[in-house]
């Protein structure tokens, strides 16, 4: 709200050189016959259209500056909250594969699960936004897979004990 447009609370209309003039001139006005004061009304009323026309059209182009400058805003955020889901969702990915190669030594089982199913489906959240339905069944099935197969890679390189 512009509260710059409304009057102080110690106003006067006396105080008003704007209202003055116009009480001057109603005055005036007062003084003349009918004919006249219908004439001269006739004659302001081109002038009258006019200037409402002025300023609607400056009130639409008000409003459409308006909106194209909330649009604009609306964009601006999208953006950055786009770019804060693609940097978190590396940091993610960063993260989890760089604890699953510190932890492949000793944990091939957290190894596999870091860097296989569960870093594509965080990073398909984080990046795209969005999580199939059927992610969760795809990446239990995935994670199932991918542990059986690392358990069994890691049963025949142990040696036998004797």
């Not at 110690?10 to 001057?24: E, F, G, V, Y």
């Not at 003349?32 to 009258?48: G, K």
């Not at 594969?97 to 398909?124: D, E, M, N, Q, R």
């Not at 990046?127 to 795809?138: N, T």
């Amino acid at each position: 709200m512009n509260r710059g447009d409304q009057l102080p609370a110690d106003w006067a209309p006396n105080d008003d050189p704007t209202s003055l003039a116009a009480m001057h001139v109603a005055m005036q006005w007062k003084e003349l016959d009918p004919a006249h004061l219908a004439a001269a009304m006739a004659a302001m009323e081109p002038s009258l259209r006019r200037e409402h026309r002025e300023r609607l059209t400056r009130m639409q182009m008000q409003r459409e500056a308006a909106q194209q400058d909330l649009e604009e805003r609306q964009r601006a955020r999208t953006d950055r909250r786009r770019m804060v889901e693609v940097v978190c969702g590396t940091v993610v990915a960063l993260a989890m594969l760089g604890g699953g190669i510190y932890a492949a030594p000793h944990s091939w089982w957290l190894s596999t699960l870091l860097c296989g199913p569960s870093l594509l489906a965080l990073t398909k959240v984080f990046v795209l936004g969005r999580s199939d339905p059927d992610d969760m069944k795809l990446l239990s099935a995935a994670a199932r897979v991918s542990t059986d197969s690392a358990g069994r890679a890691q049963a025949s390189q142990q040696p036998p004990e004797a």
